[in-house]
Nanobody
């Protein structure tokens, strides 16, 4: 059974940077995809970025393209989200998640394992 633990959230000023990490444990399958999602109160969980664990194929939400970079380390079993040029609208709880469906899924319902979330607040 996979376990996911996020870290790295915090308070940052607009225009600043932050790196989130997700440590995963458990069995890894060739179809595994890892993703970052975020959620604010009263809103649905939103896709941020995704990476195929073995092929390294990546995809990003339009709102973060050019500012966020997703990466994974297959030796350390970690996934990172480098966030630059942060905006107040990036404020949310960020979750890492694992999917085992084919392709590069971007919908939360495609993911069957979730971390506990880490708060990111962008404010001056």
């Amino acid at each position: 059974q996979v376990q996911l633990v996020e870290s790295g959230g915090g308070l940052v000023q607009p225009g600043g940077s932050l790196t989130l990490s997700c440590l995963r444990s458990g069995r890894i399958l060739s179809t595994d995809t890892m993703g970052w999602f975020r959620q604010t109160p009263g809103k649905e969980r939103e896709f941020v970025a995704v990476v195929k664990w073995f092929s390294n194929d990546r995809n990003y939400a339009d709102s973060v393209k050019g500012r966020f970079t997703i990466s994974r380390d297959v030796v350390k079993n970690t996934m990172n989200l480098q966030m630059n040029s942060l905006k107040p609208e990036d404020t949310a709880v960020y979750y890492c998640a694992r999917s085992q469906v084919p392709g590069v899924p971007t919908t939360p319902s495609s993911y069957n394992a979730w971390g506990q979330g880490t708060q990111v607040t962008v404010s001056s």
